[in-house]
């Protein structure tokens, strides 16, 4: 249905000329607002261009899971709301929300950029929660870098709250100054691939031309904390290398934004 | 009871704010009577001409006229045509008698000739009062669009971008090299060569921008000439 796009796009790419003029491999202006919400414990507005997410961090008190008794729980959650994209429904969330919630949450979780040890407030029997939500204001294309950018941020600018004595959070309370221990600011980078050409941060119209894409989580010293191929072409192994090498090349840009 | 116009010539209204009040007032586009008031039906500038009640719409979606030129994209292939998606709140059917000149066979397989999400410049030929529009691709330029890439903008800002007899997106053809076709829907369709569709992208969405502002030929033309090198204000264009 989209070969007609798909070949203009490629021919584009061919003189590396993205659709509106920036180069393969340079992404969108990328501006952070942290603070958007009051009654989150840290809260983060992202654009990646026209692309707009936020993202809010809730914690809570909970019991450990029993595999992991001496460690903090994090949940993930990411909802692409109707208005952002008329091809989103209202509803449970779709493929393509699962999919950004557990890319986001494997890159957060595997670079082990929470310290997951000092969520624990009682070995075994009370552990912080936290619960990141990312929702979709507007999309122009690359949710995914955009809601994994918004996440961090989120992380990054969240403060405990106050917990009473019966072990129970004091919302009401003003936030205490302790901030979430982050070992780790992992920032994640889409690379596409069209043809033989490579590029990042793909426009709505780009999107639909995809061929493969591979999802690339990468730490602040370059070392890649999560993986995630997606589209119908099957990647090379030479392929896989270029594009992780670009995705750890880019991934800078978007951590100075931060 | 008295009778009176109950906005300013050239007032902006919202939908269903009352515009005049008495039977001697005539609701002319964009507006409806309500008893014995007229209302506004959307969101536009007021011009009373005479009894003529009339509004402006500032916003809003294409509503289909016809002998309009549009540009729809397939979005279902029926038993005896194609319905196309023209941007609009309601849809297109396009007859095999209006889709080609061609000999169709009976029970040939329809998306031979335009399958799913091909785009097409069609003509408007009939718009029924419940919103049932007939396309036909019989007229002179009405073609199949293949390759090029596409953007929406307001139908509203479409006079604009073509500017008088085709001046304004003459001079972005003469300019960028490019094949530009304008939809009275507000799709527009470029194809050229990729750093030249950037630029005309980035003039038409300009002129969107800077649709109110007075002197708009002349910044086309030097935005043009700024990003093409290309000389393209005609002898004392305003």
Redesign the interface.
């Known amino acids: ?2 070969q ?2 798909k ?2 796009v490629l ?2 790419l061919n ?1 590396g ?5 920036r180069k393969p491999l340079e992404f969108r202006p990328i501006s952070i607002e942290y603070g958007v919400s009051a009654s989150a414990e840290g809260s983060a507005r992202v654009r990646i261009g026209g692309t707009e997410v936020i993202a809010g961090v809730k914690m809570e008190t909970a019991t450990p899971y029993p595999d992991t008794p001496n460690q903090g729980n994090l949940m993930v959650n990411v909802e692409l709301l109707p208005m952002s994209n008329p091809k989103f429904e209202t509803g449970p969330p779709g493929q393509q929300a699962n999919e950004i919630a557990r890319v986001v949450d494997r890159g957060i979780r595997e670079s082990k950029c929470i310290s997951v040890h000092d969520l624990v407030i009682k070995p075994g029997e009370l552990v912080w929660g936290v619960n990141i939500d990312v929702c979709s204001l507007n999309d122009e294309g690359n949710l995914q870098d955009a809601c994994a950018l918004a996440a961090i941020a989120a992380l990054k600018d969240a403060r405990l709250p106050k917990v009473t004595e019966h072990d129970e959070v004091d919302y009401d309370a003003p936030k205490t100054d302790q901030k979430l221990p982050l070992a780790r600011l992992p920032v994640e980078v889409t690379v596409i691939k069209v043809g033989d050409q490579f590029f990042v941060d793909p426009l709505s ?1 780009e999107e639909m031309a995809i061929e493969a894409r591979l999802t690339v989580g990468v730490t602040e010293k370059g070392t890649v904390c999560a993986l995630q191929k997606g589209a119908e072409a099957p990647l090379s192994l030479e392929d896989l290398e270029k594009m992780v090498d670009i995705a750890v090349k880019i991934a800078p840009t978007l951590r100075n934004a931060l | 009871m008295t009778e009176n116009v109950l906005v300013k010539d050239k007032e902006i209204v919202v939908p269903g704010e009352p515009l005049a009040q008495g039977m001697s007032f005539l609701p002319g586009p964009g507006t409806y009577r309500d008893g014995d008031r007229i209302l506004a039906q959307r969101l536009g500038m007021v011009s009373v001409e005479g009894k003529v009640v009339k509004l402006i719409a500032l916003s809003g979606r294409y509503s289909p006229k016809i002998k309009d030129k549009v540009i729809g994209k397939v979005i279902d292939v029926l038993m005896t045509g194609w319905r196309l998606d023209i941007a609009s709140p309601y849809s297109a059917v396009m007859t095999l008698k209006d889709a080609t000149s061609e000999f169709i066979p009976r029970g040939a397989d329809l998306t031979q000739y335009y ?3 091909d785009s097409v410049v069609c003509q408007i030929v009939n718009v029924t009062s419940q919103k049932l529009i007939d396309v036909s691709m019989k007229g002179p330029g009405l073609r199949k669009l ?4 596409f953007i929406e903008v307001s139908p509203l800002k479409v006079p604009r971008i073509i500017g008088k007899d085709g001046s304004m997106v003459g001079m972005i053809k003469n300019a960028t090299k490019c094949e530009i076709i304008v939809g009275q829907n507000g799709i527009i369709w470029f194809d050229g ?3 030249m ?3 005309a ?2 003039a038409v969405k300009k002129i969107c921008d800077e649709a109110h502002l007075g002197g708009l030929t002349q910044r086309i033309a030097d935005f043009l000439k700024e990003s093409t090198g290309v000389d393209v204000a005609q002898g004392g264009a305003q």
């Open positions: 249905m989209y007609e796009l070949a203009h021919k584009c003189k000329v993205r659709y509106d003029g119209d | 399958g799913l999400g293949r390759g090029g890439r060569a990729p750093e569709e950037v630029i992208v980035n």
